[in-house]
């Protein structure tokens, strides 16, 4: 059975950071490449941040650039989104996604399994 279990969200003031865990099972994860989503109240689902099987491509939206950084143990099966420099429109659902091919298009649709969420806050 395939599991996404994100973890780490809550609320934060704006200039701070949290750092968001997703622990995979079910899958080979060393063979997808792994995925930040978020989804904000009255907003499409945007992909934010992706990463390469290896680690080694990563590829970011330009809402959080330079701010947040996607990294991942295959050993572990897990991936993390740090998030710097939190902004009141980073508030949303973040979600984690595994698609099962090498690349780190962001598109939301190409991604074959998908977490459960976990609410990030930010206030002003």
């Known amino acids: 059975q395939v599991q996404l279990v994100e973890s780490g969200g809550g609320s934060v003031q704006a200039g701070g950071s949290l750092r968001v865990s997703c622990a995979t099972s079910g899958f080979t994860f060393s063979r997808f490449s792994m995925g930040w989503l978020r989804q904000a109240p009255g907003k499409e689902r945007e992909g934010i941040a992706t990463?390469?099987?290896?680690?080694?491509?990563?590829h970011y939206a330009d809402s959080v650039k330079g701010r947040f950084t996607i990294s991942r143990d295959n050993a572990e099966n897990t991936v993390w989104l740090q998030m710097n420099s939190l902004k009141p429109e980073d508030t949303a659902m973040y979600y984690c996604a595994a698609r099962a091919d090498n690349d780190v298009a962001l598109t939301p649709s190409l991604f074959n399994y998908w977490g459960q969420g976990t609410q990030v806050t930010v206030s002003s």
């Open positions: 990463i390469s099987r290896g680690g080694i491509v990563t």
